[in-house]
């Protein structure tokens, strides 16, 4: 383990001002990436500032403009928030798989977001979903798309002294479903072999496709959305047929690598299955 | 080396003491505040011998720092017992021979508890699900299971 001092501040600029002195300095939320990282001594750190203090990054609302998770919020309460009330299904779905309860119990969206794994399981349904990061520093604040987000494994476009501070949803229409599937050998506990995340707006008149959103983990080096399915599934009528075609089309966005967890011909195919899976799920549940 | 000053509660008793900045929750229990009912396996999060309640919320406490119990209430499984009266959950283990060697079963008393806390009728595939982040390397978890299954009979007879 790195030697680094340990602060826990209860303001929002008092981190910002901790994160902003030179040295390497790390947000810490969950630590459940982070606190592995250092100890096997894969990230170093001078200081590490403690998010958990800080209310405004603790509190998860919903309002006039969307959702609003602030940037330490636990994948149990993100769940506890959006399970039931149907509007953020994929998201309540993704942030019941990360780890166990334990891992839940401390482990924040906004960590698996800000840790940046291609196989990170709360990001496809972040994404299909259009969250926009709102950040700060000590120079201001900024509102990123999600997709912007990421610039490689582990990597993301947040400058020294930077923080996620909440992560914004627009509240979905009526006519929205979403899901999240990911595969992994065995029933809990693992990493994603590959996952994806789908969303659709229907007209139920027409069972046309008014929206699509489709993204992807590992697959590539970064979350990445399908956007040649999407553009095919918007403003195609909804059937079995659309849904296999649009599940070949999500294949062609993924740019995978084969390791241990699996083949690149197979994860091709698993983004092909999981597509079509979690489409289906989303007419189950407009029906 | 930097150390803190923190104030935290273990197990009802309040203690005042200095820990180092990196040190984990883990080794302030064990090794400082000799508590060593908690277990280390893995010390990365996935085998829950570690588990600790951290506010009443199951935790690795090898992923918690121990500076960040500054101010919290930490239940350890020496906490759960009255005077040397086991829990039902205890004895529900007990009784069904819910462990063999007992590295696991600190972490599974924890993880029951909470579960139990949370749900006090969990069906038998809530229960594998919800101590998926438990390890037992002996029992092949039936026993277990049966005995999660007892525990929450006798809770809803208590
Ligand atoms: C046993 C185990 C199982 C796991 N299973 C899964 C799984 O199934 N799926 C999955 O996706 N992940 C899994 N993970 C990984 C991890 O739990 C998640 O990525 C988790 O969401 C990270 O959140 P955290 O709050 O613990 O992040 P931390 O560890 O606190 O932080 C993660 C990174 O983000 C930075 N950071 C945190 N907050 C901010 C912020 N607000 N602004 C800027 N930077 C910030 C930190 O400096 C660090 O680099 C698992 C981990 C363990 C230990
Ligand atoms: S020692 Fe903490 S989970 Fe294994
Ligand atoms: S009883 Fe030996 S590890 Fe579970």
Redesign the interface.
């Known amino acids: ?6 602060e ?1 501040p209860t303001s929002l600029s008092s981190a910002l001002e901790l994160l902003g002195q030179p040295g390497e300095n790390r947000p ?1 939320a ?3 990436d982070v ?2 990282q ?3 001594n894969r990230r170093n750190a001078d200081l ?1 500032v ?1 998010l ?1 203090r800080i209310p405004e990054l603790l509190n998860i609302e919903s309002n006039g403009s969307g959702l609003h998770i602030g940037s330490a919020v636990s994948c ?1 309460e993100v769940h506890n928030f959006t399970a039931g009330n149907g509007g953020f299904a994929a998201l309540a779905e993704a942030s019941e798989l990360v ?5 839940q ?2 482990a924040s969206v906004g960590g698996n977001v800000c840790n940046a794994a291609p196989s990170a399981d709360t990001i496809p349904s972040l994404l299909i979903h259009e969250a926009v990061a709102h950040t700060a520093s000590a120079s201001g604040e900024r509102e990123i798309p999600l997709i912007d987000f990421f610039a490689g494994p582990g990597q993301t476009v947040l400058e020294k002294g930077e923080i996620l501070k909440e992560l914004v949803l627009p509240t979905p229409s009526a006519n929205t479903a979403s899901a999240y599937l990911r595969f992994i050998p065995r ?3 693992d990493i994603a072999v590959a996952g994806v995340g789908s969303l659709i707006e229907v007209d139920p008149s027409t069972n046309v496709v008014t929206k699509a959103r489709i993204a992807l983990a590992s697959v590539a080096p970064t979350p990445v959305r399908a956007y040649a399915a999407e553009e095919f599934l918007e403003g195609t009528k909804i059937d079995a047929d659309a849904i296999e075609k649009t599940a070949d089309l999500a294949v062609g966005s993924a740019v995978p690598i084969t390791d241990v967890r699996g083949s690149a011909e197979y994860r091709k195919e698993l983004i092909r299955v999981l597509t079509k899976r979690t489409l289906t799920i989303c007419l189950e549940r407009l029906a | 080396m930097s150390k803190k000053q923190i104030k935290t509660t273990v197990n009802g008793v309040e203690h005042e003491i200095l820990v180092d900045s990196t040190w984990t929750l883990l080794e302030t229990l064990r090794d400082q505040l000799k508590l060593t009912g908690t277990k280390e396996g893995c010390s990365n999060g996935n085998c829950g011998a570690c588990t600790v309640m951290v506010d009443g919320k199951s935790s690795c406490s090898c992923l918690v720092l121990a500076p960040e119990a500054n101010g919290r209430e930490i239940t350890t499984v020496e906490g759960l017992a009255d005077h040397g009266h086991l829990t039902p959950v205890q004895d529900a283990f007990v009784d069904n021979s819910g462990l063999q060697c007992g590295f696991c079963t600190p972490g599974f008393m924890i993880a029951t508890t909470a579960l139990l806390n949370d749900n006090p009728h969990p069906t038998e595939n809530e229960i594998r699900l919800k101590l998926a982040g438990n390890l037992c390397r002996c029992t092949g978890y039936d026993k277990i299971v049966r005995s999660v299954q007892d525990a929450a009979e006798r809770l809803t007879k208590s």
């Open positions: 383990m790195p030697n680094f001092d340990y826990a810490l969950g630590g459940t606190i592995d250092l100890k096997s590490v403690d958990k149990t780890g166990s309860v334990h891992i119990n401390r029933n809990e506990m």
